[in-house]
């Protein structure tokens, strides 16, 4: 199956703590994006991987893709109430089609 | 650039009743997606469209749902009728190219559904 499999499904912390929430598949796959939708809101694209072992950076953000490309991180450093949401993760289903999305992991951050 | 809008936001009904939902995607984007989100969950492809076709329906309950995309443009998914377990948020998403690893979408606000 092309299932993601997503980790934690909850984190609440307190301003100003590091966090690392996970992304796993069973499979490979060519490319991963990384989504946060806010209450009453639809997802918003952060992130996409695409070379095993890359990671990337969105100011507090870092984004890892696995070297096997079947695996991804997302870390926040120092965080913020500004960051609270659910953090999804994704993969085309096929080349160009729609996106399978993990369940996510809601992140709330207490000031 | 104004994003894609969904209306209503919010509808309650109750079960065996119908429904409707608007999307209107961004100019220009020839893809056009329906999600479906049931509470605790991540979003769920119902149908996708390619301009006026649909690309892939595989996980559109037919019997009860319906979706179309006049001239290419705006899109209307239909419940009719609706369950219990119908009660999520309805997401629209559009996007400009249909090409492999350059998938991004862009997401509604989503119309939240209750059926009681």
């Known amino acids: 199956t092309q299932l993601l499999e997503q980790s934690p499904q909850f984190l609440s912390i307190q301003e100003g703590e590091n966090l690392t929430v996970y992304c796993n598949s069973s499979?490979?796959?060519?490319?991963l994006q990384w989504y946060r939708q806010e209450p009453g809101e639809g997802p918003v694209l952060l992130v996409t991987?695409?070379?095993?072992?890359e990671v990337k950076k969105l100011k507090r953000l870092t984004f890892q893709f696995g070297d096997a490309r079947k695996d991804s991180s997302l870390h926040i450093t120092a965080a913020q109430p500004g960051d609270t949401g659910l953090y999804l993760c994704a993969r085309e289903a096929q080349a160009g089609t729609a996106l399978i999305f993990g369940k996510g992991t809601t992140l709330s951050v207490s000031s | 650039e104004a994003g894609v809008a969904q209306s209503p936001r919010y509808k309650i009904i109750e079960k065996r009743q119908s429904v409707a939902f608007w999307c209107n995607p961004i100019?220009?984007?020839?893809?056009l997606y329906w999600y479906q989100q049931i509470l605790g969950q991540g979003p769920k492809l119902l149908i996708q469209f390619q301009n006026n076709g649909v690309v892939d329906d595989s996980q559109l309950p037919k019997d009860r749902f319906s979706a179309e995309r006049l001239k290419g443009v705006d899109s209307t998914l239909k419940i009719q009728p609706a369950k219990l377990e119908d009660s999520a948020v309805y997401l629209c998403?559009?996007?400009?190219?249909?090409?492999?690893?350059?998938?991004?979408?862009?997401f509604g606000p989503g119309t939240r559904l209750t059926v009681l």
């Open positions: 998403a559009s996007s400009l190219v249909w090409l492999a690893g350059e998938n991004e979408q862009f």
């Open positions: 100019s220009g984007h020839a893809t």
């Open positions: 499979s490979v796959f060519s490319s």
């Open positions: 991987v695409v070379t095993g072992g």
